[in-house]
């Protein structure tokens, strides 16, 4: 998901299988590893995009790819944890979908400007049928989203860049990473996190 985003393009699914960059271990919790997959996946539901910074006050939820009640021992495994909206991760509910790390999300569905979105194959009817991505609420709320993203960037620059940018607060995955009590399997990528972008003055505005 490191993929940047075209400015005016919020819902482009990426075009390659993310590349997971941090691999903490050791928490019994997985909710622990929330700051990690807040990081991993860029502040956005991995399968509608809808991003954290949107919705504020909503919940966000770790998901698991392969359900706890189909493998009870990848229940804390940081590679089958992704980041979601509680309303995707309701929905999906134990259903197995395809793993974005194994799978572009981008080379299987297609937002158009209406909001609707077409499947490109096998696994994009099934991301579709299985998230009720086509859902009449979730098209009309793409498709508002697009709208007003569209006249922010026309009109209001600074409002634009909010819309479309990463939240204020960022998670110390350098600190936390001091504090695991177990090795992290990909240390290196915490020199790439969005907090140690944002220090070196590498952080995008919008993505």
């Not at 979730?138 to 409002?159: I, N, P, S």
Request: one cysteine or more; glycine letters at 4%; a positive charge.
């Amino acid at each position: 998901m490191e993929e940047v985003t075209p400015a005016v393009m919020p819902f482009a699914y990426p075009t390659k299988p993310h590349r997971r960059r941090h691999g903490p271990t050791g928490y019994t919790n997985y909710q622990r590893y929330r700051p990690w997959l807040e990081d991993e996946f860029t502040y956005r539901c991995i399968y509608c995009l809808k991003r954290m910074v949107w919705s504020p006050t909503d919940v966000w939820t770790v998901d698991h790819i392969i359900s706890r009640h189909e493998a009870l021992e990848l229940i804390c495994d940081y590679d089958n944890l992704v980041l979601a909206c509680q309303c995707c991760n309701r929905i999906k509910s134990s259903k197995r979908v395809p793993d974005p790390c194994r799978v572009a999300y981008g080379r299987c569905l297609r937002v158009n400007q209406d909001g609707s979105i077409t499947p490109l194959n096998k696994a994009g009817d099934r991301l579709i049928r299985d998230l009720r991505l086509n859902d009449p609420r979730f098209q009309r709320m793409r498709e508002q989203k697009m709208r007003d993203l569209h006249a922010l960037a026309m009109c209001d620059r600074a409002g634009f860049e909010q819309a479309m940018g990463f939240p204020s607060e960022l998670p110390d995955l350098a600190a936390l990473n001091a504090r695991l009590d177990s090795p992290n399997i990909r240390p290196d990528g915490i020199q790439q996190s969005w907090l140690a972008k944002k220090r070196r003055g590498e952080l995008p505005k919008v993505y």
